[in-house]
């Protein structure tokens, strides 16, 4: 059974600060990988999605990167904004089943 | 153009009466998910509709929850009877196939009192 895990579980950092947040997983056995962002009270937004065949993918300020045989993905957040506050999930897409596995979340929290 | 919808946002019930959640997808979306999210858990699926055929169900406790998706566009989740551990934000998410992108709702938190 895949279980993804992420550290932290909650990260607090001052404003322009950047950092890391790290996903693993136990089974390589994955079609892609997401990251997704959760505010209070809302759904989850995508961020970035990397295949299992890719390394990394950038979009703005985020860089994602995977390393499947290990089982590792990280998110780095560069100069880190109060508007970043969040829930950071990441999930993998399984290669059977087609379902997708969350991690429990990092609560971001970036002080102005 | 608009995301998914559902409602209601928010409901305050007592055990043992039950609850429908409903949910309308993104146009043209032929796949759509029910998923549970716990108090600082990520989401876990209940079940996968693509159009009308419940093609994944493992995780839905049927028992007590049921489902479905008529005209295979819009969805209800259902509670009967609900317990107190069903407390909860249910969270609906639809896309265009199995593979791609999931869109997701804003939920319904549900308290169970």
């Known amino acids: 059974k895949q279980e993804v895990t992420q550290i932290p579980a909650a990260l607090s950092v001052p404003e322009g600060e950047n950092l890391v947040l790290n996903c693993s997983f136990t089974?390589?056995?994955?079609?892609?990988l997401q990251w997704f962002r959760q505010d209070p009270g809302k759904g989850l937004t995508s961020l970035l999605l990397i295949q299992s065949s890719q390394r990394e993918q950038t979009s703005g300020r985020l860089n994602a990167s995977l390393d499947k045989s290990s089982g590792r993905s990280t998110l780095y957040i560069a100069a880190s904004q109060p508007g970043d506050s969040a829930t950071y999930l990441c999930?993998?897409?399984?290669?059977?089943?087609?379902?997708?596995?969350f991690g429990a979340g990092t609560i971001l929290r970036v002080k102005s | 153009e608009a995301g998914v919808v559902q409602s209601p946002r928010y409901k305050i019930i007592e055990k043992k009466q039950p609850v429908a959640f409903w949910c309308n997808p993104i146009?043209?979306?032929?796949?759509l998910y029910w998923y549970l999210q716990n108090l600082g858990q990520g989401p876990e699926l209940l079940i996968r509709y693509e159009n009308e055929e419940a093609v994944d169900d493992s995780q839905l406790p049927k028992d007590r929850f049921s489902a479905e998706r008529l005209k295979g566009v819009d969805s209800t989740l259902k509670i009967q009877p609900a317990e107190l551990g069903d407390s909860a934000v249910y969270l609906c998410a639809s896309s265009l196939n199995s593979l791609d992108t999931q869109y997701f709702g804003p939920g319904t938190r549900l308290t169970v009192l």
């Open positions: 999930a993998v897409r399984m290669e059977y089943g087609n379902k997708l596995v």
């Open positions: 089974d390589s056995a994955i079609y892609n």
């Open positions: 146009s043209g979306h032929n796949t």
